[in-house]
């Protein structure tokens, strides 16, 4: 008789700047987010998913697992030898800002570097391929910049349409007729404009 799987939490919050330290390698945030779209998945699998050996994966697995935000799942038969399964501690990670820490100031600064590293070596990858999508409404590689003069009320709508836009990624799930698309989004106010 199989155990019965514990389900996923969708949302965790990292505090500590420890963990948070963790997630500013782009190799990392690319297993963490492999793992989290696969919710139960093999190193072979999350190289697939990555595109990157699979040895080269073992130390960010390790301190992935030393922080506690994936997990060994079960074993499973793979050919004539049994694979370790890692499942992450939710679909979702998030960490917490504190603009009064340096600390967590200088952690937010490498994440966001290791985020806009990671998502120009996927768009790089993407529109290499011949099938990529990148006009229409099923669109699914774009990269841009935009500049923009917003007043309060159009920044809440900014806001409110990427917590539309987390939404339906934390919601998401391997399935049938699905696609696996890659969502990084980094918005910054521009100081510039008011020297």
Known sequence: MSKKKK?????HVI???QTMWVLASPIRVDVLNAVCALEECSVA?????TGRSRTSLYPHIE???E??????????LA????????????RSIATK???KDPENVAYHQAYGNAVGRLMARLHERATAQPDAAVRGPTRDTFAGIFSAWVDDNELEEVNSILSRLWEICRESHPGDGKRLVNVGIIMAPDRRAQD
């Open 15 to 17: 505090y500590d700047a």
């Open 79 to 90: 050919g004539k030898r049994y694979e370790q399964l890692y499942i992450p501690l939710a």
């Open 97 to 99: 800002h504190n603009s």
């Open 67 to 76: 922080s506690g935000l994936i997990f060994e799942g079960e074993k499973r």
């Open 63 to 65: 301190q992935l697992l």
């Open 7 to 11: 389900p996923i939490k969708d949302l």
């Open 45 to 49: 699998e999350i190289a697939a998913f």
